[in-house]
């Protein structure tokens, strides 16, 4: 019985492994697309409200820390044949990955004429049955298909300003 959960330690290991790295490429890949698409607009600003600036900052920390910390514990916990410091090591960077992640998926950026949810380009002429719900979400139609996104840390007047122009 013993051999039978290491194995499936194992095995779940080498899939918190690929998570890791799944979410740590569309992390990569997020950054790199905002950079692309500031350099396209030059007018583009995180639309953040108070809240939105220190949970997006507290976020970033504890990716950084959480990232070079659970590697450090998987080294730690492969030089000194520890397999509970190399487990947990890549339980807390597959954990602060997702919820990073996710969280950066949903992040706002406003210009002149575009506006960027996530990965996504938007011109704010062919938005379509804009709707700003209680539930902290705004939904519209962009090229024939339904959109919605969390605006609990998104400056609202500033992002209804933008949209009604």
Do not use: P
Request: hydrophobic share 50%; with cysteine; glycine share 6%.
């Amino acid at each position: 019985m013993d051999n039978f959960s290491e194995i499936l330690l194992s095995i779940f290991s080498v899939l918190l492994i690929l998570i890791f790295a799944w979410f740590t490429f569309t992390i990569a890949n997020i950054f790199v697309t905002i950079r692309k698409c500031k350099k396209l607009d030059n007018s583009l600003k995180f639309c953040f409200n108070t809240s939105g600036k220190i949970v997006y900052l507290l976020l970033f920390v504890l990716y950084i820390v959480g990232t070079i910390g659970g590697i450090a514990a998987v080294v730690y916990g492969l030089m000194n044949d520890n397999m509970n410091f190399y487990r947990n090591g890549i339980n807390l960077a597959a954990f602060v990955s997702v919820v990073f992640g996710y969280m950066l998926s949903s992040i706002v950026l406003v210009g002149r004429k575009n506006m960027m949810v996530g990965r996504m380009m938007i011109d704010y002429r062919k938005l379509k049955k804009v709707n700003y719900t209680y539930q902290n979400k705004m939904s519209f139609v962009y090229a024939q298909h339904d959109y919605n996104f969390s605006t609990r840390f998104v400056d609202k007047t500033q992002l209804r300003k933008i949209i009604s122009k």
